[in-house]
């Protein structure tokens, strides 16, 4: 008998917390207070305290936390920055949004940037680092700091895949000058629509993104006050969307907890596959195998109600043929995991995973 396993249940997880959830929303809509205001102030204050930085900065999207990020830290035309090519695109289309030129390399089998290659991508016009932790893992933080430090670079963290994982006990996003999340329903601590943030130790540019996210603006007491010096954009994370995470907040530990329990099931019943590269996570906000065949397990898997997910991340306009990433692409498969999924879905999973290899041999 056939057990569907879809790849997320968002709706599930609303159905676990809904009496919280929709008692946040209706004190929102209540008091009429949807932009900014009591809400965001204080997923803010969870989200600079979770992560350890000074402040925090709610904004509509990760991917206007990278832009705003560069932008804040002066990166401009004529700059490079480099990151790498495995990686989602709003990483590179905060680069070009910018004027910058985005300097791609090759990552490790951890799927992480390979800090051995940035030295030699360094010139003249290098700006910026952009190290992407993916996957609910963290680059190699202390040698990034000491390269970028030595080379008077900006560290600009992609975190959106990470938050909660840690480098020698600090969590990322912590690191750089600018740490950037996303809120997507997808992520480990998603809302229920887009949503963003950036953490930052700096207060100038934590105040700089305020004004950028807000049409140029700054806000005292609910104020708005004009800034002469600049302009900015509609990039606001509205009322409604800040209390939903605020009650998801308190659940975030539980999830992460859950994601590594169904990690750690995966783990010790598809090692004895050969044909499977297992992968090693923190937080897990993706389970990534590699394996032979590919293409052939995923179509196996959706003809037993088993939905995966393939990431094509080579951004080759930019990169060149870089060998891990290219492999990756052609290898990564994304099994379903999330804190909803039942103990019986999981070796579900793991029945049909095995029993293509079974056939193969």
Known sequence: MSIKVPFVNLGL????????????????????????GEEVEIFEKKLSDFVGTKYAVGLNSGSDALYF?????????????????????????AILHCGAKPILIDINEDCLLNVDEIERAITLDTKAIIPVH??????????????????????????????????????AGAF??????????????????????IVTNNKVIADKIRRLRDHGFSRKKYKRIKDSNGWGWNSRLDNIQASILNVKFKYLLNYIQERKRIAEL???KL??????????????????????????????????????????????????WLPTTDQMNKQALYLPIYPEMTEAQVYYVIKSVKSFYEQKI
């Open 266 to 268: 995966y783990n010790r």
């Open 13 to 36: 997880q609303y159905t676990d917390i809904r009496t919280e959830i929709e008692e946040a929303m209706r004190r929102v809509l209540s008091k009429g207070a949807f932009i900014l």
């Open 176 to 197: 750089g000058l600018v740490g950037c999340f996303s809120f997507y329903p997808t992520k480990i601590l998603g809302g229920c629509g887009d949503g963003g943030a």
């Open 69 to 93: 990020a560069l932008r804040s830290a002066g990166v401009g035309w004529g700059d490079e920055v480099i990151t790498v090519s495995y990686t989602f695109s709003a990483t590179i289309d």
């Open 271 to 320: 090692k004895t596959l050969s044909q499977i590269r297992l992968p090693g996570s923190q937080v897990y906000q993706s389970y990534i195998i590699r394996v032979l065949h590919r293409d052939d397990l995923r179509e196996h898997l959706k003809e037993a109600g088993i939905e995966t997910l393939l990431a094509d991340y080579s951004n080759r306009n930019f990169s060149g």
């Open 134 to 171: 993916l996957a609910g893992n963290i680059c190699d933080m202390g040698r990034i700091k000491e390269i970028a430090e030595k080379n008077n670079l900006i560290i600009i963290e992609d975190s959106a895949q990470a938050l909660g994982a840690e480098f020698e006990n600090k969590k």
